[in-house]
Nanobody, 115 residues
């Protein structure tokens, strides 16, 4: 049974930076495309970023394009989301997703952007 565990969330001031990590186990992480999503209070879950299994292709949601970078280290079974120039509207719970047909979800990590 696959498992994803996010970490790295916290409180950051507007304009600041934060890096999230997602550690995978129990499935072939190196063969799986991975995604980040986020969900703010009272809003639907929103796509943030996508990376192919070999990291040759990445895609981003319009609201984070140019500020966030998705990366992975297949040797460490770990997915990353590097977030720069954070804004209050980036406040949300961030989830990683992957595995066959995207069947595995992490428990989420809270990111709060506030002064």
């Amino acid at each position: 049974q696959g498992q994803l565990v996010e970490s790295g969330g916290g409180l950051v001031q507007p304009g600041g930076s934060l890096t999230l990590s997602c550690t995978a186990s129990g499935f072939a992480f190196s063969l799986s495309a991975m995604r980040w999503y986020r969900q703010a209070p009272g809003k639907e879950r929103e796509f943030v970023a996508y990376i192919t299994s070999d990291a040759t292709s990445r895609h981003y949601g319009d609201s984070v394009l140019g500020r966030f970078t998705v990366a992975r280290d297949n040797a460490k079974n770990t997915l990353y989301l590097m977030m720069n120039n954070l804004k209050p509207e980036d406040t949300a719970v961030y989830y990683c997703n992957g595995g066959d047909f995207g069947k595995y979800w992490g428990q989420g990590t809270q990111v709060t952007v506030s002064s």
